[in-house]
């Protein structure tokens, strides 16, 4: 069974930072693509960014590309989210998700951690 766990969420201010991670257990570890949704109330889970099993670049939409950086640490079975210039838009509960394989759609992810909330002030 594969469990994930957030941290890092918090309150920041509007053009801030925050780091979040995901801690992994489970076997395979570098054979799982990791992905980073978030949600907010009244709205669908959104696909936000993912990584594949062995790293290399991740894929993100479009309203994070170049402010958000997801990466991977196989030897600490451990995720991340780098969040910078972030924008009150980008509050939400964001959770870290895992599946098999090597696709980069949105779907089909298996695992999925209990969430952390961010929340961005104007």
């Known amino acids: 069974q594969v469990q994930l766990v957030e941290s890092g969420g918090g309150l920041v201010q509007a053009g801030g930072s925050l780091r979040l991670s995901c801690a992994v257990s489970?076997?395979?570890?570098?054979?799982?693509?990791l992905g980073w949704f978030r949600q907010t109330p009244g709205k669908e889970r959104e696909f936000v960014a993912a990584?594949?099993?062995?790293?290399?670049?991740?894929y993100y939409v479009d309203s994070v590309r170049g402010r958000f950086t997801v990466s991977r640490e196989n030897a600490e079975n451990t995720v991340y989210l780098q969040m910078n210039s972030l924008k009150p838009e980008d509050t939400a509960v964001y959770y870290c998700?895992?599946?098999?394989?090597?696709?980069?759609?949105?779907?089909?992810?298996?695992?999925w951690g209990q969430g952390t909330q961010v929340t961005v002030s104007s």
């Open positions: 998700a895992a599946k098999y394989g090597n696709s980069r759609s949105p779907l089909g992810y298996d695992y």
């Open positions: 489970g076997r395979a570890f570098s054979t799982y693509v």
């Open positions: 990584i594949s099993g062995y790293g290399g670049s991740g």
